[in-house]
């Protein structure tokens, strides 16, 4: 889990802290984007903050915790699991585990422009 939520005595509801790096969301990012310059898979950014797959409804102001930062890969329209894998050397398996998606090459088929990691 990515985010801890602190417990309090009494008052207000408890607030959650990050395990990570935080990011301040700027005017025009999109899910995507800052996957690509924080160099987080798209499914861990969303993941990480509780956020809709697919990446609706991004947030558009506020704070997003980036936790599994690591080296990172656009998909392209003729990406396959085992091209990409081939690509940077590492397994199909091991390219699957980086990534929390339940069908990886389903999710390939249908989201070019996902940001993928490459090892953690």
């Known amino acids: 889990m990515s985010c801890v939520y602190s ?4 008052g207000p509801p408890a607030t959650p802290t ?24 798209t499914a861990w950014l969303l993941s990480d903050n ?9 947030p558009t102001t506020g704070t997003l915790c980036l936790v ?3 080296e990172v890969h656009t998909v392209l ?12 050397e590492i397994t199909d398996t091991q390219l699957r585990s980086f990534n929390p998606v339940g069908s990886l090459p389903l999710l ?13």
């Open 7 to 10: 417990p309090t005595s009494s």
């Open 18 to 41: 990050c395990a990570g790096d935080t990011y301040t969301i700027q005017p025009g990012d999109t899910c995507r984007s800052v996957s690509l310059a924080q160099s987080i898979g």
């Open 50 to 58: 509780q956020l809709m797959a697919g990446c609706v409804d991004f």
């Open 68 to 70: 599994n930062t690591c």
């Open 77 to 88: 329209e003729t990406d396959t699991c085992e091209s990409i894998a081939a690509l940077y």
């Open 108 to 120: 390939l088929s249908v989201q070019c422009g996902i940001i993928l990691i490459l090892a953690l």
